[in-house]
């Protein structure tokens, strides 16, 4: 009798294990990618739920697809890895979403994220990553956001990337970018496209075709621009926030037109000269600053224009009018 109920025992323990291993979603070449990139990355506690034993899909920081059962978001962020992005990401086919935001990764971006053929969102902000913005991101012909702000890359904007037909966001902000921009950012047909540019060290003029496309949020502040930007507005614009501020912009600000879209203009220390349109009047504007530049005559009176604070103006050839010194 006692064999025999060993025997069930055995038996019934081999059905259990079957069962457990049939019902595991996860795919195994997933699994085994993923472990090869928490080895890579010398085994961080961020990712001590990666347990060999375990169900990949129950894995934290990960997500699989409903389903294909395939890992298709990655995001490890608020970590300190100080390694590079390993290059076995290229090993996870399905991956849409790849984000190492605040991670402390370093190095230059691997070549390897070329193989994610399916990836649209791209998050690699707030690293210690050098080298170039590689310009083989263009092959990612999904890619709808790309994440580079608070990183250390270097050198010029590749013109390729705003040939990807599905971007609507590109950040770069606060890099050591050098160079101009390049004239193919023009001619997006996306209505909400943001761009960020910011704290760099670009220079040269703002390509009149960037006119074309209809940005929604638009910063190059604090970078060496120069030149005419007016047509970067218009009456038929989505712009919502336009920032020019700290570049050496020079052209007539009175003639200006703006959309009813516009919520936040900040053009301080520019050569911006003319008197402030009326137009501004009539627009429900959260913020605006001109300080700063070599605007004269009075300030238009309606809308929030008399709310803003002085500094929104100062620093000017001769504005006057609230919330300046009453014209003479």
């Known amino acids: ?84 992005i390993p290059a076995s990401i290229g090993d996870l086919p399905y991956l849409e979403e790849l984000t190492f935001h605040n991670a402390n990764v370093t190095g230059e971006i691997p070549k390897a994220i070329t193989k994610l053929s399916n990836l649209n969102f791209l998050d690699l902000r707030k690293n210690l990553l050098t080298g170039p913005v590689p310009s083989f991101l263009s092959q990612l012909k999904k890619l709808s956001y790309i994440g580079l702000s608070f990183n250390s890359l270097t050198g010029s904007i590749p013109a390729s990337l705003f040939q990807l037909p599905e971007l609507g966001g590109l950040l770069l902000d606060r890099n050591n970018l050098t160079g101009g921009i390049p004239a193919s950012f023009g001619y997006k047909k996306q209505q909400d496209f943001y761009l960020y540019l910011s704290h760099n060290q670009l220079s040269g003029p703002i390509p009149a075709t960037l006119g074309y496309t209809n940005f929604s949020w638009f910063d190059v502040s604090r970078n060496r621009l120069e030149g005419d930007i007016s047509f970067m507005f218009g009456k038929n614009k989505s712009l919502n926030t336009a920032v020019f501020s700290r570049n050496l912009f020079q052209f007539d600000f009175s003639k200006v037109e703006f959309s009813e879209s516009l919520r936040n203009l900040d053009l301080n220390h520019n050569k911006i000269f003319g008197s402030v349109p009326a137009a501004l009047a009539k627009i429900e504007l959260i913020s605006m600053n001109v300080s700063y530049n070599r605007l004269c005559g009075k300030i238009p009176v309606g809308g929030r224009l008399q709310e803003l604070d002085y500094n929104a103006y100062f620093h000017n050839r001769c504005l006057c009018g609230k919330p300046l010194p009453n014209c003479k």
Do not use: G
């Open 1 to 84: 009798m006692a064999t025999s109920h060993l025997a069930i025992i055995t038996l019934l323990f081999l059905s259990l294990s079957s069962l457990s291993h049939a019902a595991e979603r996860c795919h195994p070449n997933d699994k085994k990618a993923l472990l090869q990139i928490k080895k890579d990355l010398k085994n961080p506690y961020i990712l001590i739920s990666w347990n060999p034993k375990l169900d990949c899909c129950d894995w934290n920081v990960v997500k699989c697809d409903d389903k294909t059962n395939r890992i298709i978001d990655l995001d490890i962020s608020a970590a300190d890895l100080k390694l590079p």
